[in-house]
């Protein structure tokens, strides 16, 4: 009987239940020192002098480090390498490190960082994108490798997508609507905060325990930043409380600083953010400001879309252009649109560096991409789920940048049932009904659509690719290593589902060790929805190559096929007494992926996912507040392995999204950002979502992935923010523009 | 250039030499508490009544371990499984466990041990093992699977090796001699003592540090006395201080300690042995008694032998079966020997179990073995040197046991080379004037030629079989994974010049990483000096595989072969960039080996080592105190692939047999060891064997072998105690049959 499919609970599960897990902070190794990270006060400033003379007088104190001290490259290794370890010279944005320091207790550590005499020259600054991309604009950083030098020296990236005759449709249109859409920061609030520690190993070689989701990403930094082979640098993911994005990047950088630290002092040295710190100096969901045109023709159907969209980068790349490109190509949405042009650019600010987050650059778009059909529905007086329906992409069709999509397109069947799901018109009608009785509460329902490309796609296919490690114990019991990491999301109860189904063993007979960088290949980063995806094709890959050799030994054994998995002990024990190979190594790679960089046309993913939300939700008119009412949510992600991980994440992205449309606000000011802990930064509570979530598959199988599967973590926030601010749109009878939909911001649009 | 055969130095010499080795003691974990084992102090005795109040009411005290608490089988799996992890009902050895504690910190846990209540009711003992198998001897134990439970139900195990006719080979011989030799106990004297810590891992897993030579054995072990499934069994070795078969057996018993505890409190638990405790309960090589007769043709010719030897086992089987295997399989030499009978006796008595030891049962025969060729070239007026010359084992000859030797027999070579660097006749010749000169002192000559079956042979040919994982990183470093250990043998050394040769690059390219029995397949034990020859071969497997991927990307990027090498780092990049799979699994299984129980015939290696070694002593008739004053030693080990390390294995293994057979005795009395640690145990030191060592190699190049390698580890020891002992022996004009030659004993000689 497969277990595929089916809601297995997460082999995790009882050690985070029981408190009994192991997170970084949780670790600790013989002569460990606490590092703290002396940072810049200033958004843009020189340095002066920097005087650590103190610090390393503090009597606990066992090293400090400067930029002087690297013994590499002083870069954080991400994409461009434009971002010191360490500051020399320039400080870019408050919170920048400058110098580090280990003591022997995390409480003098903290007693040091306060003895470090900085002289700093504050420099002109500039923290809002389109004021940065102005002439004579204060500059934040020569870009290591810009595309756009020539607009602006605060261009970090312009990228573009043009295909047919926008002009001609837009002349051309019945319709056409057009909308500015700003969002704002979003904080990953994460359960645990940045953290690692460094350990020096045997043979010159380090070691990096850290909460992370890029075990590989972060071995190619501190193999850059100490200068060793990658053989040298080895990377255990600790259990991880919880990432979105937050720790793609950024452990790249704790590691690094805790890395320096551990080299110049020799000793294990541990770098645990606490929570106002990792709120206020880690990269966040990238503010925007999306400029939105569409045109129509009178029966609904897109005929062109024109999109400009800038996004804050912040003061140094990251991974701005990855995030820019994935907007790019989710602007137009899961619709056709034969006219296309979208331009969006990535800016220089002197801001924290904003890195990936759950969705990566597509919420963005897909909240104006959404509130445009909206808009066109309104104009054309069609039913706002029809003309996305009318509109949706189907297998044959070609998508905004010309993909012809050839199999696995469910967003037909997610609008379709989502329809159903919510008896759409009749709560149309329920809802009408409500808000005419009712004075000071309005109700309102909003519908999204999403398509996703899943995986890291043409942007940087050689990430494309996973390796697995099984072996075959003596007693049958089986031993998994991959290179991606459970970060809360499921991944090892899909996987391990995965082994099970191949080889005809229960799951309590299987064992993954942590993830380990020295175990597996690179396998890639554990970001784009690619977990299931690429490891499990890995981990399948390697399951069926045991398994033949399992049946051939079974065949010797006369063991029939039906008793294989029953008999399975007997087997293995047979492979330990005539030295046979237990162990196998899988290997998976993506289908190949093409994108012309001058045009933005291609193939950039071998696949997409997709969604369709529909929220109801009531705005107290006196309050501005917003309530979540009902919510559906239909998914196509091809097969779900696991039933029950899999409505997890959405429940979990439903109520992200509405953190991201509703409650979560950073405020920033001359490059601060005005925020004091999860005091003033409101995450959602189970109070505000708690509401029912039906939820749905459709699974429009893809043939190449693990069982037909593609993707899903990041599609459910894409897909929620929108049904539900949509749903305030509705429900005010005004255009929300701008996130969060804050109550200020609610009663604004209601004056409005 | 080739790095094979040149002296690289270790890849741990310089963390050893700096101090910045972790040993198991050197690490912790966070919560971690400290073992202490509550111990038989009597070698026979009832448990009338066990009572840990007292212990568990200790304030520091967090956990007690008995017998019932036991969750798998309370055994320390070896290969009887008839040892119990801690006793139930009866001890049998003085130090056998009876409960455990772990407590806060270790000096609480000692104030603890202190406490336990444990009403013993005396039984008698035997320590003697030819007093055990008289009738009417105590039974010490019910053993699991005696092989010759007829004879006495202190039998153990019963070998025999019978081939042509005996009785009418010493009916026809020309010169019969006979003899009896006896051994005593020998300590490993490892730098480090036995260690281990259980550290409970997620998901149910238990993950074992230890210092160790058989990682698998540990997990086989752990697994079965927590009743869990091998996966959820981890062990790493940590830098091992030294083990010479110390760490094959026993490290399964302090793990499976440590793990018990570690499963009842879930915290780590450490349980390091202090040196006295070490020497006290943990086995040691076994004390024998080993009648031998032999006969031969006027010419020297051997024509029979007959050898009857008995091992002292211990209490518990543990290895004794393994060990009298390779006892009688060496029984009869280096030596064409037609007609043979050999029977060997491992007996159980109220004494620690014995287990392995550098050598592993054969040093005791080869004591017996090369005394009786000195007696047969004194019967017979002939050169001792040319006596075992005209015996000597050459290619087509059939060993002892029937054995056609098809290649690498390297015997002969050593013999003739090191009858030249000794310059034996005129240093026969020099001793003879020397002592005609002097009134006190006596300087004498001796010779030994052994040979080794390398591997493990057809006693456990399941085991004969290693793993390995080799992965290009994406900047051509290498990272690799074997299952085979460091122990301060240079194993690593060796391995890396393999790789390197494979793969034209230079050692600080290459990362071992931590051997981890999650990693790699069960590889087997880092014994019977097959380390190299089958870890290497594992290795090489995986490293040309890898070679071939790799020559396949250089075609396609037309770099041409010669320039591979150095142009790795860019074939690399291509791997990455392209997405090929760059880790690769090795695998090597020994040739096949047979052997027949009934005759003790058959193929039971499928190659042997040999060795000669000429020792010169002096010994004062005053003091009978024996000094080391030349030696050379000529091995045929197969091709050698690190000059540095073997030869370090040899200056030790000079080193240890100098202890062996002259200084390291340890006194058994009533079932109680007489022993304070190193204070009574006179292990050699470096003014003992300072004397210029010559070293040699031929190289008889074992064809299946690593580049022809065969083994090497165990052969010094085995050789040198007999050189020395008969370079006594001719000193002194007298045979002596009993180690150590003690002062006492050579007095007692030189009396009688």
Known sequence: MTLIGRGMSRPDATDKVRGEARFVDDLAFPGMLYARVIRSPFPHARIR?????????????????????????????????????????????????????????????????????????????????????????????????????????????????????????????????????????????????????????????????????????????????????????????????????????????????????????????????????????????????????????????LTGVEVDFVYNAGAYQTLSSAVLWRGLLTAAGPYKVPNVRIVGRSVATNTVPNGAFRG??????????????????ERLGIDRLEIRRRNALRVGDETACGQRLKESVGIL?????????????????????????????????????????????????????????????????????????????????????????????????????????????????????RGTIMSGLAVLDAARKLRARILDVARELGIPEAEVSIRLPKIASSFFMKNLDPAVEGWARAEPVDWDPATGLGNPYFVYAYATHVAEVEVDLTTGEISLEDYVAVHDSGRVLNQATASGQVEGGVAQAFGFAVTEEIVEKDGRLKVKGFTTYRIPTIRDVAQSIQIEFVEALYSPGPFGAKGLGEVPLMAGHAAISRAVAHAIGRQVSTYPLSPERVKQALAG
Chains 1, 2 share one sequence.
Not at 136 to 161: H, I, Q
Request: charged share 25%; proline share 5%; aromatic share 6%.
């Open 413 to 529: 069947e997610t609008l379709d049932r989502a329809r159903e799901l919510s008896d759409w018109e009749a709560r149309l009608r329920r809802v009408a009904a409500f808000n005419a009785t009712h004075a000071h509460r309005r109700r309102g329902l909003g519908v999204s659509c999403v398509l996703y490309g899943v995986g890291l796609g043409a942007k940087s296919p050689f990430l494309d690719k996973a390796g697995a490690y099984l072996k075959l114990e003596a007693d049958g019991s089986v031993t998994v290593a991959v290179g991606t990491v459970e970060m809360g999301q499921g991944l090892t109860a899909a996987l391990s589902q995965i082994v099970c189904d191949a080889l005809g063993i229960s799951p309590d007979r299987v064992h993954f060790t942590a993830v380990d960088t020295s175990r597996v290949p690179d396998s890639g980063p554990t970001v784009a929805s």
């Open 360 to 377: 990566f650059g597509s919420p963005q778009v897909i909240f104006a991409h959404e509130s445009q059909m909206d808009l066109l529905a």
């Open 49 to 301: 002098r920097l005087n650590l003379t103190a610090v390393a007088a503090h009597p606990r104190v066992h090293v400090t480090v400067t930029a002087e001290d690297v013994p590499g490259e002083n870069v954080v290794h991400v994409i461009y390498d434009d971002q010191p370890a360490l500051a020399t010279g320039v400080v870019r944005y408050v919170g920048e490190p400058v110098a580090l320091l280990a003591a022997e207790d995390r409480e003098s550590a903290r007693e040091a960082e306060a003895l470090a005499q900085v002289d700093y020259e504050e420099l002109p600054l500039v923290s809002d994108p389109l004021a940065a991309l102005e002439p004579g604009a204060p500059v934040v950083a020569v870009p290591a490798a810009a595309e756009g030098k020539d607009e602006s020296p605060n261009l970090f990236n312009r990228m573009r997508l043009l295909k047919g005759d926008v002009e001609r449709a837009f002349a051309l249109a019945d319709a056409i609507v057009e909308g500015e859409y700003k969002t704002g920061y979003q904080e990953h609030a994460y359960l645990e905060t940045q953290g690692a520690i460094a350990v020096p190993e045997e043979e010159g070689a380090m070691a990096i325990y850290g909460s992370l989701q890029c075990p590989f990403y972060v071995q190619g930094a501190v193999a850059k930043v100490l200068g060793l082979p990658l053989a040298k640098v080895r990377v255990v993911q600790t259990a991880t409380g919880g990432a979105f994005g937050g720790k793609e990047d950024v452990p790249s950088q704790v590691a690094s600083l805790a890395a320096l630290l551990a080299w110049k002092a020799r000793r294990p040295v541990k770098l645990v953010y606490d929570r106002e710190e990792d709120i206020l100096v880690t990269g966040k969901r990238h503010p925007s400001v999306v400029r939105y045109r569409s045109a129509a023709r009178r029966d609904g159907t």
